[in-house]
């Protein structure tokens, strides 16, 4: 069998041993250390807008802690997008609250300011005012920031922004994880930069980057002893961990250069080809990473959905559907929905492609070839 060409793997620099032996030969194992410490300040300095980040497990870590700093509990509600992973909707239900889901508009597939107005107004008219809106960039994609920030700000929202998949984007040249009232980093191992498992909070101040490691190290009070007067969770990164992360902080700027590549191989590859659409950026104000290339393949394509993915599958080639919504998942199924089917058009037309920053010139050959003879 020919060799897997995966959606996306790591792509290691090769200075990430580095940093994890001098963790070794140091003895800093736990989840604090100089490469902690490290990787933050590296983030904050890569971020550019006098943010504070801290370190923590996962990406949906991040999401939890800032729905426990934004006082969510028993019975809220939080906005959330519904064309995400479940790691975006699923901590809203870690604090007994209930996601309300929003569906996406056509040019970034995110949050739809116009669909996020009507469910507040309405929400509201039936006695509940969101506690917080959850926004992504989806793929790497930046949403429509200055008109989402624009509408919570109307109604006194905070905003948690996931840019778990966007590391590296920007819009209006400002890096995507810089928006939010909390902002959340993923370094899963598919992600554009990795530490295996990991991610961040990007705080607004100090105090708010305290106050995570505060709950992250299970909220142990100021006390010689171990005193807990809040609940709190084992979410901090390992000093590990994070050396891999400041190993790749040295690749990352290279690695968006090469996925953005990877999307233009796409472009070229398909522009010729009637019925099927890349994913691209609506203006110059979206610089998206490209985390995951994607496309769109409609009744006019010569080859259906299924026929391309059994054909890249045959070639040992990953591809994935676009994300199911949130609204359509069996345990959501209940849960309020504001929108007109958009998001459930993308994930029945939609595919994600290898879009690897280690990608071969043979791989390329070998995708190209399977369209090649699907036309």
Same mark, same amino acid.
């Given at each position: 069998m020919k060799d897997k060409i995966w959606l996306s793997s790591p792509h290691m620099g090769g200075n990430e041993q580095s940093y994890i032996k001098e963790a070794f030969d140091t003895n800093w194992i736990a989840p604090? $250390?100089?490469?902690?410490?490290?990787?933050?300040?590296?983030?904050e300095t890569y971020l550019n807008q006098n943010k504070h980040v801290a370190c923590l497990s996962s990406g949906t870590a991040a999401i939890h802690l800032a729905l426990v700093q934004l006082g969510v509990g028993l019975n809220d509600e939080v906005i959330c997008q519904t064309f995400t992973f479940c790691g975006s909707a699923n901590p809203i239900t870690y604090q007994g609250a209930n996601p309300v889901f929003v569906?996406?508009?056509?040019?970034?597939?995110? *949050?739809?300011?116009? @669909?996020?107005?009507?469910?507040? &107004?309405?929400? *509201?008219?039936? $006695?509940?005012k969101p506690k917080a809106?959850?926004?992504? @960039?989806?793929?790497?994609m930046p949403s429509k920031i200055d008109e989402l920030l624009e509408v919570a700000n109307k109604y006194q929202i905070p905003i948690i922004e996931d840019a778990a998949e966007a590391l590296g984007s920007t819009y209006k040249g400002q890096k995507c994880g810089t928006f939010g009232d909390f902002s959340i980093l993923s370094f899963n191992g598919n992600k554009i930069?990795?530490?295996s498992g990991?991610?961040? *909070?990007? %705080?607004?101040?100090?105090?708010? &980057?305290?106050?995570t490691i505060f709950y992250a190290t299970q909220a142990r009070d100021n006390a010689p002893h171990y005193e807990?007067? &809040?609940?709190?969770?084992n979410y901090r990164m390992s000093n590990i961990s994070a050396g891999i992360g400041r190993g790749q902080m040295e690749v990352l700027d290279k690695h968006v250069n090469l996925r953005r590549k990877m999307n233009q191989f796409y472009v070229d590859l398909f522009k010729s080809i009637d019925g099927?659409?890349?994913?691209?950026?609506?203006?110059?104000?979206?610089?998206?990473?490209?985390?995951?290339? %994607?496309i769109l393949i409609n009744k006019n394509a010569p080859f259906s959905i299924t026929q391309f993915q059994e054909a890249m599958? $045959?070639?040992?080639?990953?591809?994935?559907?676009?994300? &199911?919504p949130m609204h359509l998942q069996p345990i959501f199924s209940n849960q309020p929905y504001y929108g007109d089917g958009l998001s459930e058009e993308l994930f029945k037309t939609g595919l994600c492609l290898p879009s690897g920053s280690n990608l071969s010139n043979n791989d390329l050959e070998r995708i190209a070839t399977v369209v090649k003879n699907l036309t």
């Open positions: 604090l $250390g100089p490469n902690v410490s490290g990787f933050e300040k590296d983030l569906d996406s508009e056509s040019d970034t597939w995110n *949050m739809c300011p116009k @669909h996020l107005e009507k469910a507040i &107004k309405d929400r *509201m008219n039936n $006695g509940k809106i959850i926004i992504v @960039h989806l793929y790497g930069i990795t530490t990991g991610g961040a *909070m990007v %705080c607004n101040s100090e105090k708010d &980057k305290n106050q807990h007067s &809040k609940i709190g969770y099927v659409e890349v994913q691209k950026e609506p203006s110059s104000d979206f610089y998206s990473n490209f985390w995951l290339s %994607c599958t $045959g070639e040992n080639i990953e591809t994935r559907p676009l994300w &199911k």
